[in-house]
C-alpha cells in the first residue's frame, strides 16, 4: 500500500461525507435513487439519471471486477516502484478509481476483468481509502 | 452555426515555437494575435470579439488594446480553440461582433509567467475520488482507458506504435516539427515505458508556443489578403471532468455528439473529407477520433492506420504536420490543429495534400472530458 502521507487526501464535503464516514468503518457506500433505482457514484444528494432528490444510502457488496488501468511508471514519493492506477466496475454499476493492493503491479498478475474485493486503507482518524485486492478464490 | 456563413481570415502560429524561455504566456498569445493582425491585413481596432483558454479574455483585450463587444473564455483544456471557433460564428451571425480573435498562447515547457494549473483541489470530485491513488497528469490519467480498448476491439501495441511512426513521417516533411527523425516500430516500442501500455514516443511533446485566428462574416471574406477558408460545419460536447467516470473506456460520447453536430450542420459526408486533423495527446487518440467521427467501424482504426490510410499518399491524410507527438504540445493543442487544417485549406501547407477541399479539425479537451469539431473548407458550398 503507498505511503499515505505522501498523497494528496481527499477534503470531504457536505455531499460527500457519508462516503467518508462509510469506509472509515470499513464499509463502500453508493447511492441509490428512491425512484428509479438507479445507483451511482461519486455522490451526490440526487439522483442523476432522473434528478430525484428521494435518494438512499446503500453499502455495496465489495466485489468488482477490473476495467481498465495503467502501470505508471514515473517515480511517485508515495509509492516504491511502478504501480498500477486502475478502473474497477463495481457489482452495483458505477465505476471508480482506485489501485490495486497486494498483487504484483505488473500486467501478468493484472488481467482485465479479473474478480476483486474492496479493502480499506487507514490514513488517519478522518480519512480511510478504499483499495481493491484480486477476489482469489472466493468467488 | 449556419454552414458557410463565417470564414477565417487571419492565421497565424507564434514567430518561435519550441522552446521559447524569453517569453511570457501571456506575450505568446500576443505574439500570435500580431502574426494573425498582419496576416490578415487587421489592427486591433478592426477587432471586436476576442476569445482564448489559457489567458483569460480581459487580459489578453487589455494586452492588445482591442474594445471587445463579445467575449468568450470557455476553457475546457485543448479544444476549446474549437468550441470557440462554433461560438464566434453564432455571435457574428447574430451581429453581436464582426470580427473576432481568437487566442492561444502556453508557455508550457518554460513555464514563464504560465501561473499555476488549475486543478479542482482536494475537495473536488476529482481531487477527492482520483486524486489519492497516485495520478500524475495526463500520462497517468488519459491512458487508462486503453487496455479496455485493446481487449475490446483487438488492437494490439504495435498498432499503438504504429501511429508514433506515421506521424514522425509526416513531421519529416514539416521544417517546424520538433521531431524529423523517422522512427520504426520497433524504436516506439523500445522507448522508455512512461505508463504501462505507453511509451515516451506514444506521448506528446511539451513544449512553449501559441496560435491565433481571426473570423469575419463570409460576405466580407474576400476583402482581406488571403485566401478565405470557410466554416462549414461545427460541433462541441462534454462528458466527464474525471476519465474514471467516462461512459465507456472504448470510445468517447463526447467526440461523437461533436462529430455528428459538425457533419450535420456541414451536410457532408466522409467521403468528401480530403484532410483530418485529430488532436493527439497520446497515440490512442487517433483510434478514438477515427471511430468516433464514423471514419472508422469499431475497432477497426488500427488497422485503417497499419495500412496506410491516414500516412502520405493514403486516402484520408491525418495529422499532416506531426501532430502532439511530432510537430509541438504546448498543453492545449487544439490552435495548432486549427492551424494546419487552414494550411492545408490555403493550400500552403509544408505537407500539403493535392488539390484538398475539405478539412476537419477535431479537439479534445482534458482527458476524455470535451470536444469540438470544426469542418473547414476552401470552396463556397
Ligand atoms: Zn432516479
Redesign the pocket.
Known sequence: MADQSKLPLPVPTPETQHFWDGTRENQLLLQS?D??Q?TYFPPRPF?P??A?RSVSIIKASGNATLYSYVINQRAHPAFDGPYAIAVVSLEEGPRMMTNIVNSPQTPEALVLDMPLKVCFGKVDENITLPYFEPAGDEL | MKSNSIAIVGAAETTEMGLIPNTSQIMLHADAALNAMRDAGMKPGDIDGVACAGEVPTAVAHYLGIVPTWVDGTSVGGCSFMIHVRHAAAAINEGLCSAVLITHGESGRSRVGAGQYRGGGRSSLAGQFEGPYGVMGPTSMFTIPFLRYMKETGTTLEHLANVAVVQREWAGLNPRATHREPISVDDVMNSRMIAYPFHILECCLVTDGGGALILVSAERAKDFPQKPVYILGTGESVESPMVSQMDRFESSRAFKVSGNKAFEEAGIKHADVDHLMIYDAFAHLPFYGLEDLGFCKPGEAGDFIMERNTAIGGKLPVNTNGGGLSYMHSGMYGMYALQESVRQMRGVAPAQVKDAKISIAHGVGGMFAASGTVILSNQEF
Open positions: 435513487c425512484g428509479c438507479k439522483c439519471a432522473c430525484s
